[in-house]
């Protein structure tokens, strides 16, 4: 009942920021729960970042140890879109960001299998 689309990826310079935007469609959009995940050539799609649902009202987060402290997930609800601001961004950034969401139920961890429904994905690319 969710519809995802990313925007915001591109090249960017080691130490520089960038902002990927989900947009949100369908309803009811406060019942899911929302991720940022990657995927690197050669590697496995993992979980960047990770917010509870609206509706749960705690406003629980989670990031991967690799992006703490440099990354934030955020949402406007009046905008129905989920934000990740990815700052101090070094290589090993580089992957194809996807937004997903998983509908409300028991708390489960940031990971792929966890989540339902999928945006197209944003390359995100930073220089060397």
């Known amino acids: 009942q969710v519809q995802l689309v990313e925007s915001g990826g591109g090249l960017v310079q080691p130490g520089g920021s960038l902002r990927l935007s989900c947009a949100a469609s369908g309803r009811p959009l406060e019942y899911y729960a929302y991720g940022w995940f990657r995927q690197a050539p050669g590697k496995e799609r993992e979980g960047v970042s990770c917010?509870?649902?609206?509706?749960?009202?705690?406003?629980?987060?989670y990031y991967a140890d690799s992006v703490k402290g440099r990354f934030t997930i955020a949402r406007d609800n009046a905008k129905n879109t989920i934000y990740l601001q990815m700052n101090s961004l070094t290589p090993e950034d580089t992957a194809v960001y996807y937004c997903a969401a998983k509908f409300t139920g028991v708390p489960a961890k940031c990971v792929p299998p966890n989540y339902d429904y999928w945006g197209q994905g944003t390359q995100v690319t930073v220089s060397s």
């Open positions: 917010i509870s649902p609206l509706v749960s009202g705690d406003g629980t987060t």
